[in-house]
């Protein structure tokens, strides 16, 4: 295979690849290459932190230190956030933890309770290769999302249809697919739906409306899991699914043909990993204007380069500060419908960030920091938090690393493992004039670069 | 020191001979005002529920629909016979006895969406409610006027999409000096003046380098502006406050922009929503209070206009949770020197008549709003901006 197009299927699986693996992997076929990318994927490694503090105990003692229980909670939540960072850092399963982070700007969901995260987060990371329809409804009994869309107030006597507008407008179906009479009648479906204080799933019969409801057409005394089979039906709904992976793992612009070809894979049986092996075997996958056109999210943008230079900010406060500032916070998501991608990353404050991070984080550059008050769940403390920061993010680089991975290429070879999209003449002009830099200096600049934002 | 070595090595390559033509142009073009008036546009970002802030005290729908959450006369101050604001609008009792403060009722448009997201977009890009836009009404009015980056400010650190325009975007910032320090080092300049491919324009590229040199030249005009000018207000400590103080700082020192965007969150008030509206809108009044105050101060108030919305209202009916869901039309402040209406500029909604689904039913669109600010107040072409003709309003 071409190591262009293995950088290709890299960048938007993964976060890169070394110049080893790039030399390993060029030597086999496409197929098998993909085959070996999914087999890395097979099995499942959950992410954990230690949550012994909940050892023993009980809904009593929980309910009688709940502020106690809710700050140590809120910082668990934070552990679990920069642990993913790690993970993603460090993958073992590549694919799976980039579909992972794709399934979480899909089924967006936030939770301050470290428990319900945890069993989120691993949720969306165990289904993230497997089937949709299974996907959906574990998404809908998740603790989590039963807090976040207010589906455990969702009562008989009062419906609540957040849950229930969500679940077709970003979930499944997408805008104007449905009337508001299906949201009220599918509210209905879902009604009684809670969970214990563990997380574990409780349906509750009393809340729960067992009248008939008629839902796109249909009618019957549905419950949750019906309403998600009847979306299931529609072929909108897999053509909802593949144009979302398409903008995500192809590109924005989307080619109603190949989207055409992804529903009829994917309608079938909604088996996700299916999905993407057709994606990933397809020759447009690799069509010169689908490699180095689509621009990095904040995250991408991070651990790429950390798969260039591997680099760990010291302090985890540091870590959400950055993140932050490119507009991404793990764990974090600015509503329901997840991050906006593609151009809107980019504004005249993210792009000086972005050119400027990289010489903060590998030379230890200095960068001022401001908070903005956006957090739609933190209206009770936003008065104590600190107004502004200044800083230097304290970072230990693994200089070694990249000299040992790139000492047979020169500069100039540097500039095509780094960056992938077009070079503007201009810059490349300048690129050639700055070869004679050293390597280390050279690779920063590189990712300084308005080109290194793209891949 | 290694990395003041990879500066110096990185300058020589400045590219003086090298200036792309637009560049040039950027940096010439005097900025063509059409008026010198401002709109300040505010954002209760999640929902406000109007009905528990604008409060129709002897309306018995209102008490039978929201039993646990309706507000009492002792928990408003009058404002009329029938109607009460939320106490925690104190603050600006003064300034709606001065009639700084029109408050237009029954805002919205038809067929209202109910999600947050697509109901934000719809007020941001003033499109009907099936209609998709990409840029937003303030972006195009960058378009329109030809404006710079600068000439529509929003502060914060993420640009919105009513701040797009189809050719030109407005700013985000929260801190001048910052914003302005962090683009000093001379790779930058090397890369923005070394960008010269047109045909890239079009493309993801072009519009990443397009955005550095936007923001190149802004950060520097912004930060030598408005560093002469720093607000002796004492603004309360919170991060919406400090927002203000920033557009007051903009304003007073004479920035040519006309039109700055802020907002507040957390309305989205599903359950137990008493506590956290109160404690919303009393940051909101407090901070609306000194702003006001220090515009005045500078003799800056009569040429600006404060607009307040939020993208939709909230049901009649209140939910099992103590909450309010989704709603449809709200109302929306209006803050001036000179309005033409003070006071309510409209009866409250009637909750007698509501749509299918329990909600209001609007009377005023709010694009209606907008096509009076343009046109009224900024002098501008609204049909060319809004895409289609709205009859105008009288509040200025």
Known sequence: MKSTHIQHLYNRIGFGISPKELSRLSKKTKKRIINELFSSSKTTTPLKVDISFLDGKTYKDLKKERKEFQKISRKKVKEFSTAWFDRLNNPKEILREKMTLFWANHFVCESRNILFVDSYNNMLRKNALGDFRTFTKKVSKEAAMLGYLNNKQNKKKSPNENFARELMELFTLGQDQYTEKDIKESARAFTGYNHKFRGEFNFREKHHDENEKTFLGKSGNFNGDDIIDIIIEKKQCARFISEKIYSYFVNENINKKHIDEMVSVFYIDYDIENLMRFVLLSKWFYADENIGTKIKSPIEFLVGMNTIVPYKIEKTKQIFWVQKMLGQVLLNPPNVAGWKTGRNWIDSNTIVTRLRLPSVLLNNAEIAYSEKGDEETMITNFKKRKLSRRSIIKVTADWKYFEENYKNNSNKELIYHVITSKINKGTAEMLARNEKLSKHDFVVQLMSLPEYQLC | ?396
Do not use: C
């Open chain 2, 1 to 396: 020191m290694k990395r003041r070595d990879f500066l110096k090595q990185t300058t020589f390559a400045s590219g003086m001979f090298f200036v792309p033509q637009f560049l040039k142009a950027f940096e010439q073009m005097p900025n063509k005002t059409f008026s010198n008036k401002k709109v300040v546009i505010i954002q209760l970002k999640g929902g406000n529920d109007g009905l528990n802030t604008v409060v129709p005290f002897n309306n018995d729908i209102y008490y039978q629909q929201r039993n646990n959450i309706a507000l009492k006369q002792n928990d408003l101050f009058k404002i009329s016979d029938e109607v009460g604001l939320h106490k925690s609008l104190k603050p600006l009792q003064n300034l709606y006895n001065k009639g700084f403060v029109s408050i237009i009722n029954n805002v919205g448009y038809p067929n209202p969406n109910l999600s947050h997201f697509r109901a934000t977009d719809i007020w941001q890009t003033a499109s009907d409610s099936n209609e998709f836009l990409q840029n937003g009404w303030v972006g195009r009015y960058l378009d329109h006027t030809k404006g710079n980056p600068f000439s529509a400010i929003e502060v914060d650190e993420s640009l919105s999409l009513m701040m797009k325009g189809k050719t030109q975007n407005g700013l985000a910032i929260t801190d001048p000096k910052m914003f302005y320090n962090s683009m000093k080092a001379p790779f930058f300049n090397n890369v923005v003046t070394n960008y010269n491919d047109a045909h890239l324009s079009e493309h993801n590229l072009g519009y990443l380098y397009n955005t550095m040199i936007d923001a190149k030249s802004s950060a520097k005009y912004i930060f030598e502006k408005s560093k002469t000018k720093t607000s002796p207000a004492e603004y309360p400590k919170n991060i919406f406050a400090k927002q203000l103080k920033t557009i007051s700082q903009f304003i007073n020192s004479g920035l040519e922009t006309q039109v700055f965007y802020a907002g507040l969150s957390g309305f989205d008030t599903h359950a137990n929503q008493t506590n956290s509206q109160a404690k919303l809108l009393k940051t909101y009044a407090e901070s609306m209070e000194v702003f006001v105050e220090d515009l005045q101060k500078n003799n800056t108030f009569e040429d600006v206009l404060i607009l307040t919305f939020s993208e939709f209202g909230r049901r009649v009916k209140q939910n099992e949770s103590k909450g309010t869901d989704h709603g449809t039309a709200n109302n929306v402040f209006v803050m001036g020197k000179n309005l033409k209406k003070q006071g309510l500029y409209n009866d409250l909604p009637n909750l007698g008549d509501l749509d299918k689904n329990g909600n209001l039913k609007y009377e005023i669109d709010f694009r209606e709003i907008y096509a009076t600010i343009l046109d009224k107040w900024l002098q501008v072409d609204d049909v060319a901006i809004l895409n289609k003709s709205f009859s105008k309003l009288n509040f200025v």
